[in-house]
């Protein structure tokens, strides 16, 4: 945080930061947050780190990737087409156990059917019915 701007541009310095603790990434320079392999490093340590990569490689497969498997909330800071990517998200929920719904707000829908799959805690109805209880948030 108080590191001259030539030690936030240091390659070395900023990697070495990073690995240590990928929030660190909010100090480094313009140009080391555009640099694959140090936002890669900062995403293995901690993905909501991903808001201080730059816009581009908030958008890179890769990145996003290790972001999710590092900390799922990292979720609110991908760009692009990747950042719903439903492989992703799967690969991501196969490991952290929690649901995602990516919700693009255009015209109002109907669902007509739910299908649980692989969860053996509780029954389909009362999931389903957990989810009638809560409609009127939604």
């Known amino acids: 945080e108080y590191a001259s701007a030539k030690l936030r541009a240091d390659r070395e310095i900023v990697m070495a930061a ?3 603790n990928g929030e660190a990434l909010k100090y480094a320079s313009t140009e080391l ?10 995403m293995t ?17 890769n990145i996003i990737i290790a972001a999710y498997q590092s900390n799922v909330e990292a979720l609110y ?6 950042a719903s990517c439903p492989q992703i998200i799967h690969d991501t929920l196969k490991r952290d ?4 719904f990516f919700i693009n707000e255009n015209k109002k829908v109907k669902i007509r059917k739910i299908i649980f799959e692989g969860n053996t805690a509780f029954s ?4 389903r019915w957990k989810l009638k209880e809560i409609k009127h948030l939604l």
């Not at 947050?33 to 900062?42: D, G, L, R, W």
């Not at 800071?77 to 990747?82: F, I, N, T, V």
């Open 33 to 42: 947050k555009a640099n694959p392999e140090v936002v890669m490093a900062a």
């Open 45 to 61: 340590q901690a993905g909501y780190a991903l808001q201080w990569a730059s816009a581009e490689l908030q958008m890179e497969r």
């Open 18 to 20: 990073v690995a240590q």
């Open 77 to 82: 800071y991908a760009q692009g087409d990747y």
């Open 97 to 100: 156990y929690r649901t995602i």
């Open 124 to 127: 389909d109805f009362r999931l």
